[in-house]
C-alpha cells in the first residue's frame, strides 16, 4: 500500500468516525464538506499543538492550545489514535505524535527547498570523504533524517531517510542543540529524556552541557560510539536566511574505518559543507573560534 494511499484512508477514517454519530452512520461522501472541513481543522488543530519543546500534552493542554472543549479533544483523539497518528502513555496518561506520524513527517519534507537544496552538497560531500553524508532535523522524537547519501566503500551505514535517532546522542542532534539559546535549550531538556543508547551517551544534562560547549568552540560536534557501538559520526548545523538553524550535515563511518587523527579533518569537512548548504538557503554559519 503507497504512503499516500495510507494518508487517505487514515484521513478518511478520521473525518468519517467524527461526524457519523452525528449525522446517523451516514457514508462521509453524504456529509455536508463544509463540516467535514471543520473536522479536519479542528484536528488539525490538535495535532499542531505539539511542538519540539512540548513533546507530550495532558488532554487539558492539548485542548488550550488548540482553543477547542475538552469533549471535543477528547473525540478527536480517540479517532486520531485510532489512525495511528497519535498515542498516550498508559502510566502518564499524556498523549504524543506517534512515530508513523514523524516519519509522514519527514517524507513530506523530502519535497521541501532544504532537501532539494542539499542533494548536491551532500553528494560532493560523501564523494569527497569516501563516507556517507547526512541531513538532519530535530523532531519531538529526536533526529529525524532527511536525506542519505552513501559512499562508494563496501560497508555503508545503516541510516535512512526517515530514520530517528536520540538527539543527545547523534552528532546531528547535538550541533542543532548546540545551535539553540540558552532559553531554547533549556526548554529542551526538561521536556526531554537522555536516552542512554550505549554506555558511550551523554546522558546528564551537565554532561550535554558541556559537550555543546566543545561543538561551539569547534563548529561541528561528535558521536564518537555513542548512538552505536559501530560507528562514529560529525555534525555542523546550517543556517537559513533567518539565523535560524533548521537542519544539519553530518558526516557517518563504520568506527573501524575513523581514527582520532581523522575526527578534524572530517569535521572540517563538514563545517564547509555546513557553509555551502547555510549560502544556498541564504544564511551562513559562524566561523570557528
Known amino acids: 500500500m503507497t504512503l499516500l494511499r495510507q494518508q487517505r484512508m487514515a484521513r478518511g477514517r478520521l473525518t468519517g468516525a467524527c461526524t457519523s454519530r452525528k449525522h446517523g452512520g451516514m457514508p462521509p461522501s453524504e456529509v455536508p464538506s463544509a463540516e467535514r472541513s471543520a473536522v479536519i481543522e479542528r484536528a488539525a488543530s490538535v495535532l499542531f499543538s505539539f511542538g519540539a519543546g512540548k513533546p507530550q500534552l495532558s488532554l487539558g493542554e492539548i485542548a488550550a492550545l488548540a482553543s477547542l472543549p475538552s469533549s471535543t479533544v477528547r473525540r478527536l483523539l ?117 536516552a542512554a543508547t550505549t554506555p558511550n551517551a551523554v546522558v546528564t544534562a551537565e554532561s550535554l552541557m558541556a559537550d555543546l560547549v566543545g561543538v561551539r568552540e569547534r563548529g561541528y560536534a561528535i558521536n564518537n560510539r555513542e548512538s552505536s557501538l559501530d560507528y562514529v559520526s560529525v555534525a555542523a548545523s546550517v543556517h537559513d536566511h533567518k539565523g535560524d538553524a533548521p537542519a544539519a550535515v553530518a558526516i557517518s563511518a563504520p568506527a573501524y574505518r575513523i581514527s582520532a587523527d581523522d575526527i578534524p579533518r572530517l569535521g572540517g569537512a563538514v563545517i564547509q559543507a555546513a557553509r555551502d548548504l547555510s549560502i544556498l538557503l541564504g544564511g551562513s554559519v559562524p566561523k570557528t573560534a
Open 78 to 194: 480517540v479517532q486520531l489514535a485510532e489512525a495511528g497518528l497519535v498515542r498516550q502513555n498508559p502510566a502518564t496518561h499524556l498523549y504524543s505524535l506517534s512515530l508513523r506520524l514523524v516519519q509522514l513527517g519527514a517524507v513530506a519534507l523530502e519535497a521541501v527547498d532544504i532537501v532539494r537544496e542539499a542533494e548536491p552538497v551532500l553528494r560532493g560531500l560523501a564523494a569527497s570523504v569516501g563516507e556517507a553524508a547526512l541531513l538532519g532535523q530535530l523532531s519531538p522524537h529526536g533526529v529525524v533524517y532527511l536525506a542519505v547519501h552513501q559512499p562508494q566503500a563496501g560497508v555503508r551505514v545503516s541510516t535512512r531517510a526517515g530514520d530517528i535517532r536520540p538527539a543527545n546522542a547523534s552528532s546531528v542532534g547535538k550541533a542543532l542543540l548546540a545551535a539553540m539559546n540558552g532559553a531554547e535549550l533549556q526548554q529542551w531538556l526538561q521536556a526531554n529524556n537522555l
